[in-house]
């Protein structure tokens, strides 16, 4: 039982270019979350998904977008990389609020 | 206005101390109140979980919601050295909400031997 995993670990992009963080999670969960985490401000929702094929925007969605094809899977796409972008991302997955768990986290440097 | 808010800290204390942690949130709709730890480098972890008001106990762990305040607790009884992280507060409303997070800013705690 491997969790909530994500890849790549650590990425650098350049402005303008695009790329998909990868989450994955083996507990059969039916929530899935993106959040973004900058130093000194907490987490921040960007997208979730209820189930497979349903998503809904968090509080801080403008730059990415997201699909849920299966219960496993929630990639997160970045189409235009801006500097705004740099932080580190997390991934989670629950049944409900009292059993979210959260994966390792993608650091992303946009330059 | 942000929805929770969190004193950053730092805060450090000595191995054994009560330490008392807070937030307080202005959204009314909130009935949803977490806790969650953060290790350096790592994911978060969820560390306390209570709907509505109330208290609620796990071991050395006590988090407390008063909803007429709009105030948010975990106190943190015979703090121990690898008790040393960030630990962040969380809130979410019911019904349409329900799985939208609202985090605080995240307080960064020491505990020196």
């Known amino acids: 039982n491997a969790g909530v995993t994500q890849t790549p670990k650590f990425r650098i992009l350049k402005i303008g270019q695009s790329m998909t963080l990868q989450c994955t999670q083996d507990m059969n969960h039916n929530y899935m979350y993106w959040y973004r985490q900058d130093p000194g401000m907490g987490l921040k929702l960007i997208y979730y998904?209820?189930?497979?094929?349903?998503?809904d925007k968090g509080e801080v969605p403008n730059g990415y977008n997201v699909s849920r094809s299966t219960t496993e899977d929630f990639p997160l796409r970045l189409e235009l990389a801006a500097p705004s972008q740099t932080s580190v991302y997390f991934c989670a997955s629950s049944y409900g609020l009292d059993s979210q768990y959260f994966g390792p986290g993608t650091r992303l440097l946009v330059l | 206005q942000k929805e929770v808010e969190q004193d950053p800290g730092p805060l450090s204390v000595p191995e054994g101390a009560i330490v008392s942690l807070n937030c307080t949130y202005s959204?009314?709709?909130?009935?949803?109140f977490m806790w969650y730890r953060q290790y350096s480098r790592k994911g978060p972890e969820l560390l306390m979980y209570t709907y509505s008001s109330g208290n609620k106990e796990d071991g050395r762990f006590t988090a407390q919601v008063d909803k007429s305040s709009k105030y948010i607790s975990l106190f943190i009884r015979d703090s121990q050295p690898s008790d040393s992280a960030t630990y962040l507060c969380?809130?979410?409303?019911?019904?349409?909400?329900?799985?939208?997070?609202?985090f605080g800013q995240g307080t960064i705690l020491t505990v020196h031997p």
């Open positions: 998904s209820v189930g497979a094929g349903i998503t």
């Open positions: 959204n009314s709709a909130f009935q949803y």
């Open positions: 969380a809130s979410a409303a019911g019904g349409t909400s329900y799985g939208k997070l609202t």
